[in-house]
């Protein structure tokens, strides 16, 4: 979430890969074959191989020599501020994040994947971050949501970053997909929606035999799947975590029984139909504790395993969410409650790093907890054999306590964010979890 004024801003670097060294002695030498228009033409000779000096779209080791590269220029280039020069820091905790700073203050952010650039500053911060970037590579410039009043040629209504579409509303910032979701619906020909997502009984479906394993239609169902899961990933990770649940569910079902992982993909993307004009509201409130977790599990659905649901917010708005299937196999909702707060424990202290390195002052975790069990064994030492094995687990956490580094607060059940990430919840309770997940429609004059 932007400062209050703070604008937001986002480029593209043009052909990136083009501007990374290959390192011979990590990456090999590496050749390719010229362009077969230019032997035609008669301009290379036939048989000629030409030796790579810089990265290519396609090879492994692009991403990495790229961001050596970006890494390397950015660390010593400096932001015209109307003739004030500003300096831009790496942070330590996320490689991803840096820092525009002018007279030991921080006045922006922006965030950088791969080639893919999010500035958050003033109007007049980003302009000049932006002819940045242009005097070392060539830039298409996305646009800017313009928060401060100020006037710019790159002012725009939303804008596209990370396939994510972000817009302005009152007191907070829009996030969703709906042109992605747009398109995925007309790839499949769905023009009927539902209103809920499919009924599961995780843990239940029949695995396909050994011998249905090894024939072609196998295959084909398993590549199907793969394909259904990782386009509905790409939603439940970036705005949408109402599918969460159902899409981790869908990821362990595809090799176990695709049929049945296609089927319940399919009922999601009509699900996805019904609510495609909902977007994520991402609005701070005031909170003494910056970072808060929500973990929550559902004890072995199915007689299978637990399911862990985390949900992480900073000032109030949630930067990140997971539904995990729990690595082991547990014999208790206690176990399984204290394996999710475990979990989330470990996202949120690294949030908080990210968080505190960005601002530079130490800042507050708290645990939501809706179990008394695993808040006892969280808070208190081992008070028998048979209950070591759990305050073991849940060292780590107390040790942070005592350390005054987290806060732990049990939350009644209804309260609990994370819990729509733990199972597949009916239409009702799933409506209900709506304003939780911070979820809202909106009316789109046309699908």
Avoid at 49 to 68: D, E, H
Avoid at 377 to 382: N, P, Q, R
Wanted: aromatic share 6%.
């Amino acid at each position: 979430m932007p400062k209050k004024g703070w604008s937001v801003g986002s480029l593209d670097v043009k052909t990136a890969f083009l501007y990374a060294e290959l390192n011979e002695e990590e990456d090999g030498i590496l050749v390719v074959q010229p362009p077969s228009l230019l032997v035609r033409m008669g301009l290379v000779e036939p048989g000629i191989m030409w030796k790579l000096k810089k990265a290519l779209y396609g090879l492994r080791c692009a991403p990495k020599r790229w961001s050596q590269e970006r890494d390397r220029v950015l660390q010593y280039q400096q932001v015209d501020l109307d003739g004030k020069m500003a300096s831009m820091k790496q942070c330590k905790a996320s490689q991803g994040v840096w820092k525009v700073i002018y007279d030991n203050e921080v006045v922006g952010y922006f965030l950088v994947y791969v080639d893919d650039i999010l500035f958050v500053a003033k109007t007049e911060c980003i302009l000049a971050t932006m002819a940045s970037f242009g005097q070392n590579w060539e830039c298409k410039y996305v646009g800017i949501l313009v928060h401060d009043g100020a006037t710019t040629d790159l002012a725009v209504q939303s804008l596209v970053c990370l396939s994510i579409t972000i817009e302005s509303c009152s007191g907070g910032t829009i996030l969703h997909q709906h042109e992605y979701i747009d398109n995925k619906l007309r790839q499949r020909h769905i023009k009927t929606g539902i209103p809920a997502l499919p009924e599961v009984e995780e843990g239940k479906a029949p695995p396909v035999s050994a011998e249905e394993r090894k024939t072609i239609l196998y295959q084909e169902n398993l590549k199907k799947a793969q394909d259904e899961v990782g386009s509905l990933q790409w939603l439940a990770l970036k705005t949408r975590p109402d599918i969460a649940a159902i899409t981790a569910i869908c990821a362990s079902l595809q090799s176990r029984n695709p049929v049945l992982a296609i089927d319940y993909c399919r009922e999601t993307w009509r699900y996805l139909y019904n609510t495609s004009d909902m977007r994520m509201h991402l609005t701070t409130v005031p909170d003494k504790f910056k970072v808060r977790i929500s973990a929550d599990a559902s004890f072995a659905p199915g007689g299978d395993r637990s399911r862990t649901g985390v949900v992480i917010r900073v000032a109030g708005a949630i930067v990140h969410w997971a539904s995990n299937r729990q690595s082991g196999s547990v014999l208790s909702a206690h176990e399984a409650e204290l394996n999710g707060a475990i979990t989330g424990t470990k996202v949120g202290i690294a949030i908080r790093e990210i968080v505190q390195d960005m601002v530079g002052t130490p800042v507050t975790l708290k645990l939501d907890q809706d179990n008394q069990a695993t808040i006892a064994t969280i808070m208190h030492e081992v008070t028998s054999w048979r209950t070591r094995h759990y305050a073991l687990r849940a060292a780590g956490i107390r040790d942070l306590v005592a350390e005054q580094q987290i806060t732990v607060e049990h939350v009644r059940g209804v309260s609990i964010i994370a819990d729509p990430l733990t199972k597949v919840l009916p239409k009702i309770k799933l409506m209900e979890s709506y304003e939780k997940l911070q979820l809202r429609k909106h009316r789109l004059t046309s699908l």
